[in-house]
């Protein structure tokens, strides 16, 4: 029949690339290394932010989460399980907690707002206060 080298008698080489394969295909690159919020697990990075700032974001997060849950959730009970009391009231208690975290955000965002007014109105205060009771204000 047909003569074969009795070493590659039965070997099929799947997988194996060949040389010249080797010398065209490119070099896989190498992924950047990205440092996260949390390398430590111990979220130790959370104390840097403000303790408002943070429990207005956890509220938050957490009233958008039932938020969305609720609103896709309330319909698809109606419509599916047919139940026609619970649905809707899932359906409002999701939109109940969207507007609340839109409150969140608004209480918390004003807060910010007072404190730079407040910051920004005392470096005004220093600066009138620093000068002599006798000399004339400056013109503006």
Same mark, same amino acid.
């Given at each position: 029949?047909? *003569? ?8 099929? *080489?799947?997988?194996?690339?060949? $040389?010249?394969? %080797? ?23 959370? *104390? $840097? /932010? $403000? ?9 938050? /997060?957490?009233? =958008?989460?039932?938020? /969305? ?7 698809? /009970? ?32 004003? *807060?910010?707002?007072?404190? @730079?007014?407040? =910051?920004?109105?005392? $470096?005004?205060?220093?600066? =009138?206060?620093? %000068? ?6 400056? @013109? =503006?």
């Amino acid at each position: 029949m047909f *003569s074969l080298d009795e070493d590659d008698e039965g070997e099929i *080489s799947v997988g194996e690339s060949s $040389d010249a394969e %080797r010398e065209m295909t490119p070099d896989i690159p190498k992924a950047p290394s990205v440092k996260s919020f949390d390398d430590g697990g111990d979220f130790e990075g959370a *104390s $840097d /932010v $403000d303790r408002d700032t943070l429990r207005a974001f956890v509220v938050a /997060v957490i009233y =958008a989460n039932a938020a /969305v849950l609720l609103v896709a959730l309330g319909p698809m /009970v109606w419509f599916f399980e047919g139940w026609s009391r619970i649905g809707p009231a899932l359906f409002v208690v999701g939109l109940l907690a969207g507007v609340r975290t839109y409150q969140t955000y608004r209480s918390w965002k004003r *807060s910010r707002d007072e404190a @730079e007014a407040d =910051a920004d109105s005392d $470096d005004t205060v220093t600066e =009138a206060d620093d %000068r002599d009771p006798d000399e004339t204000p400056p @013109e =503006a």
